[in-house]
């Protein structure tokens, strides 16, 4: 009999290029910053002046040296990206992409890089790069996408420096080319690019190249992790858990999950609620899996959405409800997350379940079957029979 099941901790992992962030002004931190100074930033971006326009719109979209307010932060970025400002033009494209004030708007966003490309901003052109990867607000041509991450990172951009590595380790819009792939990812890193350390380090560790250093990896990890990267701490954490070229250590895991997990790691949380509920390197203690589970799930983490749904469904550290399962199952499954497709299938074929529905569960299970789940292929073997024996 077929049963729901959980997504433990792996070394699988998503990777993809990083779009630039807010560009902060970091004013408050100045040894010029003071009450008075902020006064007359004020005055100058209320005569006009689009410099004091722009800073202020920064402080405000990041509470830097302000009460953070996005309303307000708009109106100022606004103001001075009618003037073309580059680091206006730039920030509302990030705001209009994150929906920071704004409704999330792929093509407003695009339109502000644009503009802010042509007024000289370096970040601009790397989330052109990332616009045209992913055909938001633009329709998708990769080799586009490498030509802008190219261009940025010849500008000295540390972040397309690390978005070229990746499509050169792909072959994604350029030719395949793993020791391009390392050049970029090691000249972004010593610049100082968490997320290319981070692909050095899982480089090393993973491929079958001539790249291939297991102490290396570790230690460009170790090196992302110390730069900011939850997702370094988080691996090296799997590393561990999985027992990938070391010994099995349940505790070391731990450890660096909370490295992550201190640095807003989603992933890491959902791991720390695994080993938590199973106990494994520490007590167990559902309630804190519970906590864990939830804080990730909140965060849109669908693995964590699954394996909350899964003590929902079984009612373990909590009162069972199903309609609480599905909820997160489906929520996980809107993330393309194939553990709770199949979850949810099974939830459709309960036939004295509230959403039984075998047309839905079949669906699911088809791309279940198709992603390798060899559960998945059985039970729709044994759907489609049923199905033909009733049309018979």
């Keep these: 009999m077929n049963t729901i099941i959980q997504h433990e901790p792996t070394t699988d992992v998503v990777v993809t290029t990083v779009a630039a962030r807010l560009a902060p002004t970091n004013y408050s931190s100045s040894s010029e910053y003071n009450e008075m100074v902020l006064a007359l930033l004020h005055q100058s971006a209320r005569s006009g002046d689009a410099e004091s326009q722009c800073k202020l719109g920064a402080m405000y979209a990041c509470g830097d040296g302000v009460t953070k307010n996005e309303a307000v ?21 990030v705001m209009y992409t994150q929906g920071y004030g704004v409704d999330v708007n792929s093509e407003m966003a695009f339109s502000f890089y644009l503009r802010a490309e042509k007024a000289g901003s370096v970040d601009a052109v790397n989330n052109l790069g990332v616009c045209f990867q992913n055909g938001l607000g633009c329709v998708r041509n990769l080799h586009l996408a490498f030509e802008k991450y190219r261009e940025a990172a010849q500008r000295g951009h540390a972040i397309a420096l690390s978005n070229c590595g990746y499509m050169k380790e792909l072959g994604l819009g350029t030719t395949m080319d793993v020791e391009a792939a390392f050049d970029y990812y090691k000249r972004a890193a010593d610049r100082g690019c968490p997320e290319a350390a981070y692909n050095l380090g899982r480089l090393c560790i993973f491929t079958t190249s001539v790249f291939a250093d297991f102490d290396a990896g570790r230690e460009w990890l170790h090196k992302a992790g110390e730069m900011g990267s939850g997702d370094a701490f988080n691996l090296k954490g799997c ?21 992550a997990e201190r640095l807003g790691n989603a992933a890491a949380k959902s791991n720390l609620g695994w080993l938590y509920q199973h106990g494994y390197g520490v007590e167990q203690d559902l309630e804190r899996a519970l906590q864990y589970y939830s804080e990730a799930s909140e965060m849109g983490y669908s693995s964590a959405q699954c394996n909350l749904g899964y003590l929902y469904c079984q009612g373990l550290g909590v009162p069972r409800n199903e309609a609480k399962a599905y909820e997160l199952f489906r929520r996980a499954v809107a993330a393309d997350n194939i553990t709770a497709m199949f979850n949810l299938a099974l939830l459709h074929l309960d036939p004295a379940a509230e959403h ?4 839905k569960a079949a669906s699911l299970l088809k791309k279940c079957a198709l992603d390798g789940l060899p559960d998945a292929k059985d039970l729709l073997t044994k759907l489609t029979a049923k199905q033909q024996s009733k049309s018979a």
Excluded: T
């Design 73 to 93: 932060a708009l109106q100022f970025l606004r103001r001075a990206a009618d003037k073309d400002h580059p680091l206006a033009l730039y920030n509302l494209g």
């Design 239 to 259: 590393v561990e858990y999985k027992g990938f070229k070391v010994k099995k250590n349940y505790q070391q895991a731990r450890e660096h999950f909370l490295q």
């Design 356 to 359: 039984y529905d075998e047309a």
